[in-house]
């Protein structure tokens, strides 16, 4: 349910990283889940440049509104578009086709602060 090539937030962000020291930023399983159908995506936009754990946007769903952080520090270089017209694809495919950002890296040693995917896994279920 979380694939081990990621890393994972607290808030239920995950990310993967790529060549050339870019990274993509997504919602996990979990949240997508407890949020129900998502509605809408709010997101910054190509250029941003961000804190770790920073309040990058927002996320609605039939359900509620809720926050999204970005896990690391880095620019914004692209933003999914398709996310502004198909936000349901969060629901469908959270680690696949509904991605939320790339991101170029400032500081690679964040990336591996976060969690394995059995230490996410550990804390969903212990939050259960």
């Given at each position: ?17 790529e060549d050339a020291g870019t990274a993509v930023i997504g919602i ?100 259960e």
């Amino acid at each position: 349910m979380y694939p081990e090539e990621l890393r994972y937030y607290k808030e239920h962000e995950w990310v993967r990283t790529e060549d050339a020291g870019t990274a993509v930023i997504g919602i996990t399983h979990f949240a997508q889940e407890q949020l129900g159908d998502i509605v809408y995506v709010d997101l910054p936009e190509p250029g941003a440049q961000l804190d770790s754990l920073a309040k990058i946007g927002e996320i609605e769903s039939v359900k509620a509104v809720n926050d999204l952080f970005i896990p690391i520090s880095g620019e914004v270089i692209e933003v999914n578009g398709k996310l502004k017209d198909a936000p349901e694809l969060v629901n469908e495919d959270p680690y696949g086709e509904g991605w939320m950002l790339r991101v170029k890296v400032r500081d690679a040693a964040e990336i591996d602060a976060l969690m394995t995917a059995k230490e996410y896994e550990k804390m969903v279920e212990d939050a259960e």
